[in-house]
């Protein structure tokens, strides 16, 4: 159980286009979502936390305009990476909770998207 | 500042050896301390968790250690295999919000 899944698992674009990431607990509900970006050989960073119904929280330093997060169910959020540069090129995983609210650290993590930007 | 400390940075072992990971932490305050093993270009994956008023936790031959006290945790892998070659990344949460911290983790190479 707890089965996280992202689609797509790779994805090559150009820069100045934009790239939807999804994410979807495929056997639970996930009240929240977060989004996570990892740099080769480097710690994952959280960069925004997302609630079913309501608008993301974002971590000091990530744009918000850039980093479009929409969850609009219960099993789904999206990330969606607009005006992609190749400084964006990093892993991109996500992770759902089980359990809601701002007690609740059991998060289950998603294979993650390799983005590349050329 | 919440921290989390791994050592060391990589490893290499021979199949059928012993290693132990190093986990310091600053984290507080602490609710739980998690192990995952992240398979090159996959998500993390947990191996164990453990409470502040536990010691140790077994996953088959992945055995984790906990010490509240200095704050320090270790992971040990009994008789490598090669499917063992990964990242080991140790998760700290606290108890007052849902962010976790995560350290660096390290990198293990398994050879035949």
């Known amino acids: 159980g707890a089965v996280v899944s992202q689609h797509p698992s790779w994805v090559i674009c150009k820069s100045g286009t934009s790239v939807k990431i999804e994410c979807r607990s495929l056997d639970f509900q996930a009240t929240t979502m977060f989004w996570y970006r990892q740099f080769p050989k480097q710690s994952l960073m959280l960069m925004a936390t997302s609630n079913e119904g309501s608008k993301a929280t974002y971590e000091q330093g990530v744009e918000k305009d850039k980093f479009l997060i929409n969850h609009a169910s219960l099993t789904l959020s999206t990330l969606t990476v607009t005006s992609a540069h190749p400084e964006d090129s990093s892993f991109y995983i996500c992770?759902?909770?089980?359990?809601?609210?701002?007690?609740?650290?059991?998060?289950?993590f998603g294979p993650g998207t390799r983005l590349t930007v050329l | 500042k919440n921290q989390v400390e791994q050592s060391p940075q990589s490893l290499i072992i021979l199949e059928g050896k012993n290693c132990t990971l190093q986990c310091n932490y600053t984290v507080s305050p602490f609710s739980n301390l998690r192990w995952y093993k992240q398979d090159t270009g996959r998500g993390p994956v947990s191996l164990t968790i453990m409470t502040f008023s536990e010691n140790t936790k077994s996953n088959g031959r992945y055995t984790a250690t906990l010490d509240a006290d200095t704050k320090q945790s270790s992971l040990h892998i009994t008789a490598s295999q090669l499917s063992d070659s990964a990242s080991y990344i140790c998760v700290v949460s606290r108890s007052n919000d849902y962010k976790l911290s995560f350290g660096a983790g390290t990198t293990v190479t398994v050879r035949a």
């Open positions: 992770s759902a909770s089980l359990a809601g609210g701002p007690l609740t650290d059991t998060q289950y």
